[in-house]
């Protein structure tokens, strides 16, 4: 969507403090021998105390109330009470969810507890990618330009990023144009950010893989190569300057 008066931007920013409060406080919550159906289950309460329902449950009848991932697993993760969490797992959460007709999207992949497995390397590449991709995001720069940003960050740092999963417009729903705000240089998409536009902007840091693989159970995905992948989210308002990042108080670059 385009912001167009106060009132949407109000909007917007009720419906990504919902999403950012949640996000940070299922964070705080996980601890090893939890699973992950407890989390989600702690995130569907929070989220409700705001008056907010969830995207992916809103919108696609998605078995969980937020996605949470665990390991070698990319993104969209089922939550499950089978799923016991380990002491260093590498974890992601991504929260989003409708709130008075406003539409917000967040994630964040961490460390549960002590690094025993090396993961805050990744982790740390994947938050700083965000950071800088989304500090280099104006009205009139090209999509195509941020790609190849992500992708020549994440290889000075010897990664790879997942190309077909991607950054998207949101606002009245939960994917609009632009559609496509890929993690590499897509030199067919000559798209350009529009100033007052909202997006969510997303890394797919990798370690091995560069395409993301749905398994049996139609959602979970998981890298074509193996290894392990760190994600990160901001929905922004793209101004003239430096973006509005209306899901800030996340925490993700604490």
């Not at 260093?88 to 917000?104: M, P, T």
């Not at 529009?194 to 893989?209: D, L, Q, Y």
């Not at 993301?212 to 995905?221: V, Y």
Request: hydrophobic content about 35%; some cysteine.
């Amino acid at each position: 969507m385009s912001i167009t008066n106060e009132a949407e931007l109000i909007g917007m920013q009720k419906a990504s403090e919902a999403v950012a409060q949640t996000l940070k406080e299922m964070r705080n919550y996980a601890q090893p021998g939890m699973t992950t159906k407890q989390i989600d289950d702690y995130g569907a309460t929070i989220l409700s105390g705001f008056g907010a329902k969830s995207a992916p449950l809103l919108t696609y009848r998605f078995p969980g109330c937020t996605c949470i991932s665990v390991n070698n697993e990319v993104c969209h993760g089922i939550p499950s009470e089978k799923r016991i969490l380990k002491e260093g797992d590498l974890v992601n959460i991504d929260v989003s969810a409708e709130l008075n007709g406003f539409w917000s999207d967040n994630g964040g992949s961490f460390v549960l507890g002590k690094d025993v497995h090396g993961h805050q390397k990744l982790i740390n590449a994947s938050k700083e990618i965000l950071h800088k991709a989304i500090y280099n995001i104006k009205g009139g720069v090209r999509i195509s330009d941020i790609g190849h940003l992500i992708e020549t960050e994440a290889k000075n740092r010897g990664y790879k990023v997942i190309k077909n999963l991607a950054g998207h417009g949101i606002g009245k729903s939960l994917h609009e144009e632009p559609s496509d705000i890929a993690n590499y240089r897509d030199r067919y998409n000559l798209t350009r950010f529009k100033k007052n536009g909202v997006v969510a902007i997303e890394t797919f840091i990798s370690t091995a893989s560069t395409y993301a693989e749905t398994l049996k159970d139609g959602w979970t995905m998981v890298g074509n190569k193996g290894g392990f992948v760190a994600q990160h989210e901001h929905t922004i308002v793209v101004t003239d300057g430096n973006p509005i990042i209306l899901t800030e108080m996340n925490g993700i670059w604490n």
